[in-house]
């Protein structure tokens, strides 16, 4: 509705549509960003992230349920028991990772998840567990208050890398870089996740890590407070169940730079998500097409609890 002035009076032409409103907060967000407002440029960048998610979703329907890119349906994700009880672990927030268990239990608790934190958990359960990102898309339309199919299929399939412009297959989030650069003094964490609440800053990212000293001070027995990571060597984090199959040795990363072909390569190689997407892909597209690539997210914030 429109008002005439100050008195509040209606002005009796036709109201606003939504889409007259969004193109008009779309204009005045790009004025503020000529201004030089970065909330204005997020703001922009996230709403052309959905008019993009959007556009996919209409020109291309089999995203619902299939790859964008057909080839990658042929990837093998992990089933059976061991998969399932990753799976669990994940939902319920206790995979050892702290700050995606925080987030998991943020959005168990709340129905809301920031964008990062939605980039981490799905990078690590396509990436880190191996499972389909099907099911992790399904669990976050169950539980996200702001569910809404295209944005919710296109992240996923961004973060699985099986999407349209989605991030390159070597990038895989580091859940404890990424919590130490935008959870520094584990607020988020602590807020979640109690059990570790009194745990030193340095410490709280990954506490595994941490001295059983550290740890009895801070009242925490692993196994028992709080989860040892469900993927094995903990140390090759970025990775680590990749690297289990492949045995081979991945930098403990949060996203592999992309230097040069050659390095990006060879890390490439190290990595048996790379070997599930060069067997499924048939063509050399797939692999070559994101190889020199800059990347683009669609995230620009921070995390703001
Ligand atoms: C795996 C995954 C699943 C997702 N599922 C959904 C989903 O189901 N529904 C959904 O709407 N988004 C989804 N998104 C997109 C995005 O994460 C959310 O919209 C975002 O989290 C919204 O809140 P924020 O405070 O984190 O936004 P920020 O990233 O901090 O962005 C800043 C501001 O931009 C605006 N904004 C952000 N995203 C959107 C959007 N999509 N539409 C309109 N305005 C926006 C909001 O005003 C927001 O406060 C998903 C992203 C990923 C990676």
């Known amino acids: 509705m429109r008002h005439s002035g100050s008195d509040g009076a209606f002005s009796g032409g036709d109201p606003a549509s939504p889409s007259d409103t969004t193109r008009q907060a779309a204009r005045d967000a790009w004025q503020r960003t000529q201004g030089g407002s970065t909330g204005a440029q997020t703001w922009l960048s996230e709403l052309i992230w959905r008019e993009f998610f959007h556009q996919i979703l209409h020109h291309h329907p089999h995203v619902v349920g299939h790859a964008f890119r057909p080839e990658f349906d042929a990837l093998r994700w992990d089933h059976g028991k061991l998969a399932d009880a990753h799976f669990a672990a994940w939902c319920g927030g206790r995979t050892g990772y702290p700050l995606v268990d925080a987030a998991m239990h943020q959005l168990n608790q709340t129905g809301y998840m920031h964008n990062r934190l939605r980039m981490v958990c799905a990078s690590f359960l396509c990436k880190h567990l191996g499972i389909d990102w099907r099911r992790g898309e399904a669990?976050?339309?169950?539980?996200?208050?702001?569910?809404?199919?295209?944005?919710?299929?296109?992240?996923?399939?961004?973060?699985?890398?099986?999407?349209?412009?989605?991030?390159?297959?070597?990038?895989?989030?580091?859940?404890?870089?990424?919590?130490?650069?935008?959870?520094?003094?584990?607020?988020?964490?602590?807020?979640?996740?109690?059990?570790?609440?009194?745990?030193?800053?340095?410490?709280?990212?990954?506490?595994?890590?941490?001295?059983?000293?550290?740890?009895?001070?801070?009242?925490?027995?692993?196994?028992?407070?709080?989860?040892?990571?469900?993927?094995?060597?903990?140390?090759?984090?970025?990775?680590?169940?990749?690297?289990?199959?492949?045995?081979?040795?991945?930098?403990?990363?949060?996203?592999?730079?992309?230097?040069?072909?050659?390095?990006?390569?060879?890390?490439?190689?190290?990595?048996?998500?790379?070997?599930?997407?060069?067997?499924?892909?048939?063509?050399?597209?797939?692999?070559?097409?994101?190889?020199?690539?800059?990347?683009?997210?669609?995230?620009?914030?921070?995390?703001?609890?």
Request: positive net charge.
């Open 139 to 305: 669990y976050f339309a169950e539980k996200l208050n702001d569910f809404e199919l295209a944005s919710n299929n296109g992240g996923w399939q961004w973060a699985a890398s099986t999407g349209c412009d989605a991030q390159p297959y070597f990038r895989i989030f580091n859940p404890v870089t990424q919590s130490e650069r935008f959870d520094p003094r584990g607020v988020f964490i602590r807020r979640y996740v109690p059990a570790l609440a009194q745990l030193p800053d340095a410490l709280i990212h990954a506490p595994w890590r941490a001295r059983p000293l550290d740890l009895a001070g801070a009242h925490v027995t692993l196994g028992r407070d709080y989860p040892m990571p469900v993927v094995e060597r903990p140390q090759t984090i970025g990775a680590a169940p990749l690297l289990a199959r492949s045995r081979a040795r991945m930098p403990d990363e949060d996203e592999l730079p992309h230097t040069s072909r050659e390095t990006t390569s060879r890390r490439a190689r190290s990595c048996s998500y790379v070997k599930r997407f060069r067997a499924s892909a048939r063509s050399s597209h797939a692999v070559s097409s994101t190889s020199s690539s800059a990347v683009k997210s669609p995230d620009c914030g921070r995390m703001s609890q």
